[in-house]
């Protein structure tokens, strides 16, 4: 008896701790931002000017549009958790193949962008972004929203309930929540988890056609994630498995560049 009290009591303690540690860190894992100091300037290519944009909430978001090709249409990018604009730049290089104009932007708590990082928050950072390609005259069928990583379950959000021309997904996630809860259950996360970020429940609500790209040997989120997302949607969609594609390298796969040429060659509407 006194055995089992002891062990219940340190079982107790260790999951006051891991609560405590959760409650404290999970944004910081999670959504590991890098900041940037207000005079911070980035070295931009042809094309490309910085602009800030304000959320429903009355956050300043800083953000790139690059408009290099003067495109009927443009992307709407929303990057990966690490790092910043200062880095996430060079996407529009990576990418350059698609001659699409593009609008990146750094969430809230991120680079140049003010404000504390929330899932609530995120959402409305997209929002903002949609709303700033709408005042500058795109159209929703004009409009390609791309997430990558992280960014999937902000784009997913943002693409709710409106005809764009195509929703592209990079590495993503059924439901991060449900993950968490699978990959790291001895994190406790069902403690103190506050981020749930469910695309798959969104995805009834997708009218673009889907384009998911996913690396098989994935390492950071598995392939099956991406599948299960897949799954989640009846309309329009396409999965390509980048074989032997991981979490960060897939620019290195062709088989990622003729999937978009493909999709976007056809005006988002699928290969």
């Avoid at 960014?151 to 993503?172: C, F, M």
């Avoid at 994935?218 to 997302?229: H, M, N, R, S």
Wanted: proline share 5%.
């Amino acid at each position: 008896m006194g055995i089992a009290f002891k062990a219940v009591r340190i079982l107790f303690i260790v999951c006051i701790i891991v609560f405590a540690v959760g409650c404290a860190f999970q944004t910081r894992m999670i959504f590991p931002a890098e900041k940037l100091p207000p005079g911070a300037t980035f070295a931009l290519g042809e094309g490309g000017e910085e602009v800030n944009l304000r959320t429903g909430d009355g956050v300043t978001l800083s953000a790139i549009r690059y408009r290099k090709f003067n495109s009927p249409r443009v992307i709407l990018y929303f990057h990966g958790n690490a790092g910043s604009l200062a880095s996430w730049r060079f996407v529009m290089d990576d990418l350059e193949y698609l001659r699409t104009d593009m609008i990146l932007v750094d969430y809230r708590g991120y680079g140049k962008s003010g404000g504390k990082i929330s899932e609530k928050g995120l959402y409305l950072d997209a929002e903002a972004v949609y709303a700033y390609a709408r005042s500058l005259g795109y159209a929703d069928g004009d409009i390609i929203v791309y997430g990558r990583s992280i960014g999937t379950g902000i784009a997913v959000d943002v693409a709710r309930g409106k005809p764009l021309a195509g929703l592209i997904l990079e590495s993503p996630y059924a439901s991060l929540c449900g993950m968490i809860y699978r990959e790291y259950w001895f994190m406790l996360p069902f403690l103190y988890l506050d981020y749930s970020l469910n695309s798959c429940a969104k995805m009834p609500e997708i009218k673009a056609p889907v384009l998911i790209l996913h690396g098989t040997q994935d390492g950071t989120i598995p392939f099956k994630y991406g599948k299960a997302l897949y799954e989640c949607h009846d309309g329009p969609k396409t999965l390509v498995a980048i074989e032997g594609g991981g979490h960060n390298d897939l620019d290195r796969f062709p088989e990622k560049r003729r999937a978009l040429e493909a999709f976007l060659g056809a005006g988002g509407k699928g290969p």
